[in-house]
């Protein structure tokens, strides 16, 4: 919890025969993080890769390729393989596969381009069922010219004028003039220009068939339903291929990334003709078995190096470390950036100020239970990944926005409890008066309370700044020492808490006029504690840093948006309520005074408003909520840019040895 | 006093409004870059969001200050 895992830097060493069972005992115990040797020198040059890799690789990408083509899914209920089995039937299994699903696909490609020809034929043979002539007739004449076309005008007028040598045949098709002319080649000329001057002229072409259409058609549409017939069965052989062999492709798919994997990572090694080098992070805690089993192995060949000394905190691999109730709000961290090294791990501190600020915001126990309910429900669909993890962030935040409507006396914008609001008595649902907790009058309605609200936001905002600054000046004293941590982080708590004094006494004396308390003692404190934190701000950063000052009253202001966000969500809820209650379901204060249809509009109106607010409420107060952490909290002490811990390893799920 | 109440919740109305649309300003050029972000790597979704809000701090102080004349002022 707030500190990274701890890591020993290990350096193996060993003769390049022992290599691989080097390379399997690290795989198996998925812990080692290996650091890439880019140094290389006379002796020393970067490994190359185990000889199976490149095989392994192209089994890898043709077993992709067919898993691609048949839409194969990762099946969790799947068993394992023995990874024994894998191997000896993977060269002539993965051939076969190939051949039988590629044949398969391109065969229905090639049936899909198939009927696409046919059903285009199909289309262009549609016209010609207006005119009396059969396909072949169309063309084959020494003399003859023949045009088709669409036209709206009657030609035979225009034809007239040139010759009366010639055969005009007209139809309909589809609502639309056709038209087949026969005439002499010797007036071809004249007639393109004719057709070329009238405006709905358009040609078509003849399909080289023969028959009549409706025959023609027939013998077509028999043509594509045998395609067709063709194409589903194929297609259901592929099913049957991929139902037979999906496990085997997923298996031999991890299998075969497990071993490329370490085929491959020899390219991070150091290796001379003779001899290898792994240099690498493991947990401190998990050193002893690693050793142990690497000794096993090995027969105790290789040498191994742990090496304490301090190296540079740049290059140590960060795990972060938390309880299982604090491990999801890892995902906030690792969305902003990793920490380094020797950072504060910030996941525990917002497991507690993340749902508490979307809470407040929040504050209803009907959206709050909404919420919950729903990150239930996604928590239990996804078992695991960042999915898994939100779920969890926000099942906390449903929890505590519930709880918080308890207090807020909210229910889906409706009063939970009678209160008084101007002094009328406002019925609530339960019927019943708060209950008072520690002599404070439940509820504590947030539209009547805004002043006390916003000074309870502006503390709380102060305590997460101040607890930011703490947190920065642990980080700066780890860092830099004592001196840069009170000079860095110690005079911004003096002028914060300095500061709150100053305003504290001063605002009465300014909004009362009455003159400033110099005299009072906590304002003379409040103000050395200012001045001293000024003198140490800019000696530390110079006088520039006086421009910082106000960031820090923006910080705290900006802490109003947990009372804001939940005011304008409050309001949304209440404006939906009152339209639906007092304009529809109960006009005048009668229910269903205006009629059944009016009611269900209110209904209606009731629904979506609630909708739309909620997902509002989610939306509003997680990013807002998660926005005071990175921008007001984080700033204070965060820089991270830690490099994340990646073993070399693999975590196996279909297969197993 | 019916004067003043009706100033101060003209008051409250323009700081509002006016937060508003400087917020609005300041999320049409992040949210322009976001959704560029994002056309280049979906990754982006969660961070471009998150900058997006952003400026809604001036909004919520627009917000505050109207609470604050209402209920503060408007004794």
């Known amino acids: 919890m707030l500190k990274p895992t701890r890591m020993t830097r290990v350096v193996i060493a060993g003769t390049k025969d022992l290599m691989e069972s080097v390379i399997s005992t690290f795989h198996d115990l998925n812990l080692l993080h290996i650091t ?98 059969s396909l072949e007739s169309y063309s084959g004449y020494g ?42 080649t010797v007036f071809a000329d004249e007639v393109q220009k004719l057709l070329q001057d009238e405006r709905s002229y358009s040609e078509l072409k003849v399909p080289g068939l023969k028959g009549n259409p409706p025959v023609v058609l027939e013998a077509l549409s028999r043509e594509i339903s045998d395609l067709e017939q063709k194409y589903a069965k194929t297609k259901a052989e592929l099913e049957n291929i991929k139902k037979e062999y999906s496990e085997f492709i997923i298996a031999a798919d991890e299998y075969l990334s497990i071993e490329t994997q370490k085929a491959e990572v020899p390219l991070k090694f150091a290796t001379s003709t003779n001899a290898f080098i792994i240099d690498g992070w493991i947990p401190t805690s998990k050193y002893d ?47 902003f950036a990793t920490p380094k090294y020797t950072e504060i791990d910030p996941s525990a501190v917002l497991f507690i100020t993340f749902p508490l600020f979307y809470g407040i915001m929040l504050g209803d126990v009907g959206y709050g239970i909404i919420v919950a309910a729903m990150a239930y429900f996604i928590k239990s669909k996804f078992k695991t990944g960042g999915l898994n993890s939100l779920a969890l962030i926000l099942f906390l935040s449903g929890i505590l926005s519930t709880f918080f409507g308890f207090i807020f006396g909210e229910f889906f914008g409706f009063p939970i409890f009678n209160m008084e609001v101007h002094g009328e008595m406002e019925h609530g649902l339960l019927g019943i008066a708060g209950p008072a907790i520690a002599s404070i009058h439940m509820p504590i309605h947030r539209f009547g309370e805004v002043q006390s609200l916003l000074l309870l936001t502006f503390a709380i905002g102060i305590i997460h700044i101040l607890l930011g600054l703490i947190l920065g000046f642990r980080n700066y004293y780890e860092d830099h020492g004592l001196k840069h941590a009170i000079l860095a ?47 140490l701000l800019i000696a530390g950063e110079g006088f520039i840093s006086i421009l910082e000052i106000p960031t820090i009253l923006s910080n705290v202001l900006s802490y109003s948006r947990i009372l804001a966000i939940g005011l304008s969500s409050a309001g949304i809820a209440l404006v939906v309520n009152t339209l639906s209650m007092d304009l529809f379901i109960r006009p005048d204060g009668e229910l269903l005074g205006g009629g059944i249809v009016l009611a269900l509009v209110g209904v209606v109106i009731l629904f979506i408003g609630h909708v739309i607010n909620l997902l509002l409420g989610i939306l509003g107060p997680g990013l807002h909520s998660l926005r005071l952490q990175y921008v007001e909290f984080f700033t204070k002490f965060y820089e991270g840019g830690g490099k994340k811990y990646v073993p070399f390893g693999y975590k196996r799920k279909y297969t197993e040895d | 006093m019916v004067a003043d109440a009706g100033m101060i919740a003209i008051g409250a109305g323009i700081a509002v409004g006016l937060c508003g649309i400087g917020a609005a300003m300041g999320e049409q050029a992040i949210g322009a870059a976001a959704v560029g972000a994002m056309a280049e790597d979906e990754k982006f979704f969660g961070k471009g969001l998150l900058m ?24």
């Open chain 2, 52 to 75: 997006t809000v952003i400026p809604e701090s001036i909004a919520i102080f627009g917000l505050v200050v109207a609470l604050i004349l209402l209920f503060v002022f408007n004794v």
């Open chain 1, 489 to 535: 982080k110690g005079s911004w708590m003096m002028i914060l808490i300095g500061g709150v004094l100053l305003i504290a006494k001063l605002m009465p004396a300014v909004t009362s006029k009455l003159p400033v308390p110099t005299g009072d003692p906590v304002f003379m404190v409040g103000a050395v504690l200012a001045i001293v934190g000024l003198i």
């Open chain 1, 143 to 184: 003399s003859l010219k023949v045009y088709i076309g669409y036209i709206d005008n009657d030609l035979d007028p225009k034809l007239s004028k040139i010759t009366n040598n010639y055969e005009l045949f007209i139809g309909e098709s589809e609502k639309r003039k056709i038209f087949a002319l026969f005439i002499p």
């Open chain 1, 289 to 335: 078995e690693m050793e142990k089993e690497l000794q096993k192995n090995t027969g105790g060949l290789v040498h191994i190096v742990k090496n304490e000394e301090k190296a540079n905190n740049e290059d140590i691999p960060v795990e972060l470390e938390n309880p299982t109730s604090a491990k999801p709000f890892e995902l906030l961290i690792d969305t």
């Open chain 1, 36 to 133: 890439d040797y880019s140094e290389e020198s006379e002796t020393f040059k970067i490994g190359k890769p185990l000889k199976p890799a490149s095989k392994m690789s192209e089994y890898l990408l043709s077993l992709r390729s067919i898993s691609n083509q048949l839409g194969i899914i990762e099946n969790e209920s799947q068993g394992t393989s023995k990874t024994r089995e894998l191997q000896s039937r993977m060269d002539e299994k993965i051939s076969t596969l190939q051949k039988e699903v590629s044949s398969r696909f391109d065969e229905m490609r090639d049936l899909e381009s198939r009927i696409k020809e046919k059903e285009d034929i199909v289309n262009s043979i549609k016209p010609f069922f207006g005119l009396p002539l």
